[in-house]
């Protein structure tokens, strides 16, 4: 087992590098996503090739905290280009194997921040790769795996849906209901 593990890709599609300290309040002014460069070799001592730090947001606000969120990954792999490459096409998947860095896929698990058609495309631009749909329940764009009864894809959804196809981010599924993934 060990042996097909390092000769595989290996992804994560759903770690934050350290789960203790981001769930963790940190203390005042701390930086959750601040790394030595040992912590970053610890990280890629467990043979995690690509990690995915999805979590799910929601709620007022949503736009500015993805955007907050984004930006903090964003700055982790500049701050640490040595370690870090983010992963922006399928190219890159190769490209991390031959080299000796973790790649992060940056996703959300859910789509909330998607308030206008366009910002599918703008957060494409910020680096985002992966959008799942919703996340347990209904929102704007489909219903969830929790909802009581499963309406699909709204209209909205469906040009979300269509708009990340165009600029080639991952449609993903998990969490949604039945009907939705259908659709």
Request: with cysteine; charged share 25%; proline share 3%.
């Amino acid at each position: 087992a060990i042996d097909l593990v390092k000769e595989s890709l290996v992804i994560d599609m759903l770690s934050l590098l350290d789960m203790t300290r981001f769930f963790t309040a940190p203390p005042k002014g701390e930086d959750p996503l601040k790394f030595t460069a040992e912590e970053l070799q610890n990280i890629k001592a467990s043979g995690i090739d690509i990690f995915h730090p999805a979590v799910g947001m929601g709620g007022p606000g949503v736009k500015e905290d993805s955007l907050q969120f984004f930006g903090a990954y964003n700055g982790l792999v500049a701050e640490h280009p040595e370690y870090l490459m983010r992963i922006d096409s399928a190219a890159d998947l190769e490209k991390i194997r031959s080299s000796d860095k973790m790649g992060i896929i940056l996703g959300l698990q859910n789509s909330d921040h998607f308030e206008r058609v366009s910002d599918v495309k703008m957060f494409y631009q910020l680096g985002q790769r992966v959008s799942q749909l919703t996340y347990n329940s209904q929102n704007r764009i489909a219903s969830g795996s929790t909802d009581r009864i499963d309406g699909g894809i709204s209209d909205f959804g469906a040009a979300i849906v269509s708009a990340m196809n165009e600029v080639g981010m991952v449609v993903d599924v998990s969490h949604c209901g039945d009907r939705t993934t259908l659709d």
